[in-house]
């Protein structure tokens, strides 16, 4: 089954740089999610691109995708030690059939940002 | 409100038990889901209904059985716990479809003794 892989496992950080995260995946999508994942805490969903987008905004984050290269990226600017966490991308992998949602998960980047 | 909750939040338990773990949706979602988050924190899927019909049903021991009653809940039964069992286990649900976000309840940690 398909499995995403993210990159860095772990990233730290001072409070406002910027942090980037990577996903690659193996085969085609209707689209990608990333999801953060506070510690004791569910996954909370941050953004969804498109398989036919390229760029996604939604306040700090901006999210790329090129299929072409089957990869993913998460840009959060100008962090806040809040945003200390997990970070996980997650595909809705296409079978030509109908979707169900059936998520794919990365194993994750953990983010430190250090005040 | 709670969108999605679960109860236990944390369940211990002997090997050999048999546990049930419980979620609910006030979000209006059709479809709902169970995923396994392993000590790695790899997140793997498990189940999916969709209107209290059985959608997704991956590989997984035929000890872990879900429910839906109604399409606001859904419930996992687990029968015979094996130590491997331990993990945390995540209800989410979503509108029926693609290109939909999943939220997610806060887990039900499940230790073995």
């Known amino acids: 089954s398909q499995q995403?892989?993210?990159d860095?496992?772990?990233?730290?950080?001072?409070?406002?740089?910027?942090?980037?995260?990577?996903?690659?995946?193996k085969t085609s999508i209707n689209n990608l999610q990333w999801y953060r994942q506070n510690s004791g805490r569910g996954l909370v969903h941050l953004i969804l691109i498109r398989?036919?987008?390229?760029?996604k905004h939604s306040g700090r984050l901006r999210v790329t995708l090129d299929t072409s290269k089957k990869s993913s990226s998460l840009l959060i600017t100008a962090s806040r030690a809040a945003d200390t966490a997990?970070?996980?991308?997650?595909?809705?992998?296409y079978d030509?059939?109908?979707?169900?949602?059936?998520?794919?998960?990365?194993?994750?980047?953990?983010?430190?940002?250090?005040p | 409100d709670t969108a999605v909750s679960q109860t236990p939040k944390y369940l211990v338990t002997q090997m050999g038990n048999d546990k049930s773990i419980k979620c609910e949706q006030n979000l209006g979602?059709?479809?709902m889901y169970w995923y396994k988050q392993d000590s790695k924190k790899f997140l793997k899927i498990m189940f999916s209904y969709n209107n209290k019909e059985l959608i997704i049903n991956e590989t997984v021991p035929n000890r872990f059985s879900p429910k839906s009653p109604d399409k606001a809940h859904l419930n996992l039964h687990i029968n015979s716990l094996e130590l491997g069992d331990s993990a945390v286990y995540f209800c989410a649900s979503g509108k029926q479809g693609s290109n939909q976000p999943q939220h997610f309840g806060d887990g039900t940690r499940l230790s073995i003794l």
């Open chain 1, 4 to 6: 995403g892989e993210e």
């Open chain 1, 8 to 25: 860095p496992q772990a990233l730290s950080i001072q409070e406002g740089e910027n942090a980037t995260m990577n996903c690659s995946y």
């Open chain 1, 51 to 55: 398989s036919n987008e390229r760029e």
């Open chain 1, 86 to 93: 997990s970070y996980f991308c997650a595909t809705d992998y």
């Open chain 1, 96 to 114: 030509g059939g109908t979707s169900y949602g059936k998520l794919t998960f990365g194993q994750g980047t953990i983010l430190t940002v250090h």
């Open chain 2, 29 to 31: 979602h059709d479809t």
